[in-house]
């Protein structure tokens, strides 16, 4: 919450400069201001051939110290059907073990620029993964 980071900026500082900084509602608004800034979602691009995907969406972050590839493929920038796969790169290890494979073609959920989202799920052990 903007209060809480105000408060725990303050905590240790001296009443002179404390003084000296915006009031609580000026400070709220910067912070919320800065994470609007910094969580702002990509503009849409015009058309599939400008659609570049940043290293920021290449890659799924299970801890804080791992990377691991989610971008797995696709048909190229210069495609006009183009073709995306996203998906959990150590999940590829799981074929020999899956159960059973559920597909579903969804033409509602395609984001913009594209006509369908195709989703794979596959059943390990009684649990299901993407």
């Not at 791992?66 to 999940?91: K, P, T």
């Not at 074929?95 to 195709?118: K, N, T, Y």
């Amino acid at each position: 919450m903007p209060s809480q980071i105000h408060n725990q900026a303050v905590r240790f500082t001296g009443q002179s400069v404390q003084g000296q900084m915006p009031n609580i509602s000026a400070t709220k608004k910067l912070i919320q201001r800065a994470r609007a800034q910094n969580e702002a979602p990509l503009p849409i691009p015009a058309d599939l051939a400008s659609l570049i995907v940043p290293d920021q969406y290449k890659f799924y972050h299970p801890s804080p110290d791992v990377d691991e590839l989610f971008l797995l493929g696709g048909s190229g920038r210069a495609d006009l059907n183009r073709v995306m796969i996203f998906g959990r790169d150590n999940h590829r290890n799981w074929v020999q073990d899956m159960d059973r494979v559920f597909i579903d073609g969804e033409f509602i959920l395609a984001p913009p620029l594209f006509s369908q989202v195709f989703v794979i799920l596959a059943s390990v052990q009684n649990t299901c993964f993407q």
